[in-house]
């Protein structure tokens, strides 16, 4: 699991009540969420789960969820991406709403971490650095928690990943640029062939259909994260223009981006 990283979007704490409640909300972003009282609860295809007072949850990205909350009840939340490893893997770990084991060392960083009197906007280096400790800690702890036959399978197609995880890293890195096989390969020390081949058994996708995914999600967290424009949101995502960018944006999405930004803040 060489070169995981995360990418921070906001963190806040605010109070949630009833304005909470939302119908299915689906995004291409991680949530972390410490609430202090009982009264909230995620809504899945099988049945309510409820955020504890008191507990740490992760949502990955792309769960499908609804929001209820009964009283008000005090929500320090995290957005953030999982970078290094296709969304695939982590769906195969994560596919669902998770709960962090108690630790209480890091419980604590959490509360002292949701104290603090920052705008949810400011994230100066000090304060970033301790929301990315806490949530590696947060999903190291996850990942210790997953039952061993599952371990060991993710670590051997992490195994077998190595070979194109310096592709996975120059696309994160260039979603701007032009990203043809030949120079990802290139980066790889492998004939094009040969990697499109590997890259398609160890990712599940062809590198097209990856590069699209990471294209759609940047765009989508940058139209949520920014107030850049949708022509720039396109220029700086690798998908040229406005129009072509609209087109692909509402197929992989079911939305437009401007209808995206409109409606993809609920469910903070």
């Not at 928690?145 to 399978?153: D, L, T």
């Not at 989508?220 to 040229?240: K, P, V, W």
Request: positive net charge.
């Amino acid at each position: 699991m060489n070169g995981i990283h995360l990418r921070l979007f906001r963190a806040e704490r605010i109070t949630i009540g009833t304005d909470w409640n939302a119908a299915d909300v689906r995004s291409r972003f991680w949530r972390f969420y410490a609430n202090d009282a009982d009264g909230a609860a995620l809504l899945l295809d099988d049945g309510a789960y409820p955020l504890c007072g008191g507990g740490l949850y992760f949502v990955p990205a792309a769960v499908r969820f609804s929001c209820r909350c009964t009283r008000p009840v005090g929500h320090f939340y995290i957005h953030f991406d999982v970078l290094g490893l296709p969304q695939s893997a982590l769906r195969e770990l994560w596919g669902r709403p998770v709960q962090i084991p108690p630790a209480p060392a890091l419980e604590a960083s959490v509360r002292t971490l949701a104290a603090e009197p920052l705008p949810g906007a400011v994230l100066d280096f000090l304060r970033e650095c301790r929301l990315k400790a806490t949530l590696y800690e947060a999903l190291a702890l996850c990942l210790a928690a997953v039952p061993e036959e599952a371990r060991r399978r993710e670590e051997q197609r992490a195994t077998e990943m190595q070979p194109v995880l310096s592709a996975l890293r120059h696309i994160d890195a260039h979603l701007a640029d032009p990203l043809p096989v030949a120079r990802l390969a290139a980066c790889c020390h492998l004939s094009a062939d040969t990697f499109a081949r590997r890259f398609r058994r160890c990712v599940g996708q062809t590198p097209t259909q990856y590069i699209l995914e990471r294209r759609v999600t940047q765009a989508a967290q940058r139209l949520l994260f920014t107030d850049d424009s949708i022509e720039r949101i396109a220029e700086t995502t690798g998908f040229g223009n406005r129009f072509y960018f609209s087109r692909l944006f509402a197929r992989q999405t079911g939305l437009s981006p401007a209808a995206y930004r409109r409606s993809g803040q609920i469910g903070t």
